[in-house]
């Protein structure tokens, strides 16, 4: 599916580093005018190559924007995301995008943002974006094989706190954990991660504080137009594409979510 308003873009891949054994940081010079960027939006990419295939483009959140150079994360999950991290540099790409309406913007004076894995890339954007009401930032990885990732994330937000399952690297214990244990405030939370995570926050912070998360859905065309990325809420079926990808956690059905 194409659409017509202004969204479809060309890039070039100029950038790739492999920063941890299925995770990379890809950096793509994007042609013409790109209107202002809102953390917690998202491209749908893929190699021009595609366009050959029936292939449909992948849904990344934005990790940076600095001109007309765009920063994304990718973790290798299938075959889509294996194609675009073994692409060469100077790759012609096509983007769509920013796409989202729903993202991250603060309530009050205060946010922690919790990051569970590659769900930290629009939380890296979101502490640029807002750095006066960003308090904490925790970062929640699954073992040492991450190392290159938390320093990549603490060259770019030197406050994280780093979370290890296992232990290896920073403190032990899940990224909710490290967030619901500390002895700070908390005013307002921003997530992305998994479902479990969100679960997780929700459960321990008692719906005391609002927390915006920015989820996932295996989505087709990114603007509203298939379907495919609808999430059970409190007011019906939502297409993340479009009303998301970041929701008040409080309003999502956590428990139909797979
Ligand atoms: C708004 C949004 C932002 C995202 N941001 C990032 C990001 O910054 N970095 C990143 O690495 N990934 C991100 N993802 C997830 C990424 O889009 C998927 O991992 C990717 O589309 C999988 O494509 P594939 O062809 O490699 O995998 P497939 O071969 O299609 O599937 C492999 C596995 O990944 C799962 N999967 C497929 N699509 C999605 C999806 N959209 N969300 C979650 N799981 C999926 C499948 O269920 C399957 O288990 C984001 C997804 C969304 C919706
Ligand atoms: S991806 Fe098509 S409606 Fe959301």
Not at 158 to 166: T, Y
């Amino acid at each position: 599916m194409r659409c017509d308003d202004g969204l479809e873009r060309s890039g070039i891949l100029s950038e790739k580093v492999r920063l941890a054994r299925e995770v990379y940081l890809l950096r793509f010079e994007v042609e013409g005018f790109m209107s202002s960027i809102m953390p917690g939006q998202f491209f749908m990419i893929g190699p021009c190559r595609w366009k050959r295939d029936p292939l449909l483009l992948r849904p990344f959140a934005v990790a940076d924007k600095k001109g007309d150079t765009l920063e994304f994360l990718v973790k290798v999950a299938g075959f889509g995301t294996n194609d675009i991290v073994r692409c060469e540099i100077g790759s012609p790409f096509h983007l769509r995008g920013p796409l989202g309406r729903g993202v991250f913007k603060p309530l009050g004076k205060s946010v922690a943002l919790v990051a569970g894995g590659i769900g930290v890339a629009p939380l890296v954007f979101a502490r640029k974006y807002y750095p006066e009401v960003v308090s904490k930032f925790v970062l929640g990885v699954p073992n040492g094989d991450w190392a290159d990732v938390a320093s990549w994330v603490k060259s770019e937000c030197p406050e994280v706190v780093i979370a290890c399952d296992d232990g290896t690297i920073g403190e032990r214990g899940t990224a909710a954990d490290v967030l619901l244990n500390g002895k700070w405030p908390i005013e307002e939370v921003w997530a992305c991660g998994p479902v479990a995570m969100f679960k997780a926050i929700y459960a321990g912070l008692n719906g005391r504080v609002r927390i915006l998360g920015s989820f996932e859905s295996r989505m087709g065309c990114g603007i509203g137009g298939c379907h495919s990325c609808s999430i059970p809420t409190k007011n019906g079926m939502t297409e993340v594409c479009s009303c998301g990808p970041v929701l008040d956690v409080a309003e999502v059905c956590l428990d139909e979510l797979i």
